[in-house]
């Protein structure tokens, strides 16, 4: 325990505040070991980043928990078949695999797991090598493909047993036929068998890029699938292999339980995106509808009251509801996060904009407000002046005057004038949460 708490305060120094990794902590160790969290390993984060992923992994054991990792060689294969003077060839994206070739593929995955395991072990972390028994698989197409299989069972018996002594379990990405031919997989598609026979709460892709990238090179932060897949797909950049990868994870997460997502980020950054609510890298998640309404009659007030009041740790006025003329109310279908925008003189104005403490992190508050914000094209709004979201304030406002108790903030306001009278009525407007 005091090993425990020395590693978070080492982690504290440099990535978030106390209550939101407590939080994390808290939420994580409160899952059934196995469904914690399945690591995909490129073969050039082992070729490149090994230091960098042992010590991650060697920080989430530390804090009590037991990733599954599941890597692939690609590039390590490659290199030995170029050595070899085999000629690499590849057909929809797969590698044609001969017996020469497979001979490779098995040499080489086995070399970089025990690589891999070693290295953990190096640093005390306990590790266990599992490069046979987990997928049972059939050929792909023997003709088109050669020696490459199909997942048709995912057998658990060593992970769990790794699990159970507190081992970190570090899978090859091979399969055996039943009949016991060993045969080359794609290590993405093995990562995608065993998230769906285990369904972990996080599914985590290491990658050198540290996450999806937008049509300026900038790592997009967080999706929300339910309300941004559709537009995401219709976007020019999103091509080729980013293409491909967004729709394999939205397919694996509609298998998934809503609880469960993909972060994809750097192995230096994984524990920063794993229990801090800024995180770093991309966060995948199904999420939620984000509906409208312009009627508390067509809200349940008992649900958002809740929401409200968890999400500012204050209580709400008894006769907010009564007093409080809505204009529209943005809310995700399960009530854990909600904007409440009222109108005046003529100028939408955000009263409250609520995320619950389990939806903290996950995208589902910025999904709400970019929906909002295709709507309203005028808004203004107060924060308290330490109010920890007034860093997404200031990048989604045009404007900010910042005062000792609040800031306001505002945008496509229209002259001096409106914005004189928006900050004249939030410094005048009374407060309606107490405590």
């Not at 976007?235 to 339980?257: A, F, N, R, Y």
């Not at 910025?366 to 002046?385: H, I, K, N, Y």
């Not at 000792?404 to 407060?431: M, S, T």
Request: glycine share 8%; hydrophobic share 40%; aromatic share 8%.
């Amino acid at each position: 325990m005091t090993e425990m708490r020395t590693t978070i305060v080492r982690l504290l120094s440099n990535m978030g505040s106390a209550k939101e990794i407590q939080q994390y902590l808290k939420r994580f160790s409160q899952l059934d070991a196995a469904r914690f969290a399945v690591v995909k390993v490129g073969g050039a984060i082992l070729r490149d980043d090994l230091e960098a992923l042992v010590s991650s992994l060697s920080f989430l054991q530390q804090v009590g928990l037991t990733p599954i990792v599941i890597h692939g060689a690609g590039p390590q294969v490659d290199e030995r078949m170029k050595a070899a003077k085999i000629e690499k060839k590849t057909v929809d994206g797969l590698r044609v695999t001969d017996p020469a070739g497979l001979a490779i593929v098995r040499q080489v995955s086995q070399q970089e797991n025990l690589r891999l395991v070693e290295a953990l072990q190096a640093q005390g972390v306990r590790a266990t090598s599992i490069t046979a028994g987990v997928f049972e698989c059939d050929y792909l197409s023997k003709r088109k493909y050669g020696l490459v299989g199909k997942v048709d069972a995912v057998h658990v018996a060593s992970i769990q047993a790794a699990i159970k002594v507190g081992s970190i379990p570090v899978i090859a990405s091979l399969g055996e036929t039943a009949g016991g031919q060993i045969l080359n997989i794609n290590a993405d598609w093995a990562a995608n068998e065993l998230v769906k026979t285990l369904q972990p709460y996080k599914i985590i892709f290491l990658t050198g890029t540290g996450g999806l990238l937008d049509g300026d090179g900038q790592v997009i932060d967080s999706i929300n699938l339910s309300t941004e897949y559709a537009e995401l797909l219709r976007q020019p950049w999103l091509h080729s292999g980013m293409k491909v990868k967004i729709e394999q994870i939205h397919d694996l997460l509609m298998e998934l339980p809503p609880s469960s997502s993909v972060s994809i980020t750097r192995p230096d950054q994984l524990a920063k995106e794993l229990f801090t609510h800024r995180g770093s890298g991309t966060l995948v998640r199904r999420g939620e509808k984000v509906l409208t309404v312009t009627s508390w009659k067509k809200l349940d007030l008992k649900r958002l009251k809740s929401l409200v009041e968890s999400g500012f740790g204050r209580k709400l006025a008894p006769d907010y509801f009564e007093k409080t003329k809505l204009y529209k109310a943005y809310f995700s279908e399960h009530y854990r996060a909600a904007l409440i925008i009222t109108l005046e003189d003529g100028i939408p104005h955000l009263d409250k904009f609520a995320v619950s403490d389990d939806a903290q992190g996950e995208g589902l508050g910025r999904a709400a407000w970019q929906v909002m914000r295709g709507e309203m094209q005028q808004l203004f709004w107060r924060a308290r002046a330490g109010n920890p979201v007034n860093d997404f304030y200031f990048d989604e406002a045009d404007g900010c005057l910042k005062g000792e108790k609040w800031n306001v903030f505002w945008y496509g306001l229209e002259g001096w004038e409106q914005i004189r009278y928006a900050v004249d009525h939030c410094l005048a407007r009374p407060a309606t949460l107490k405590g």
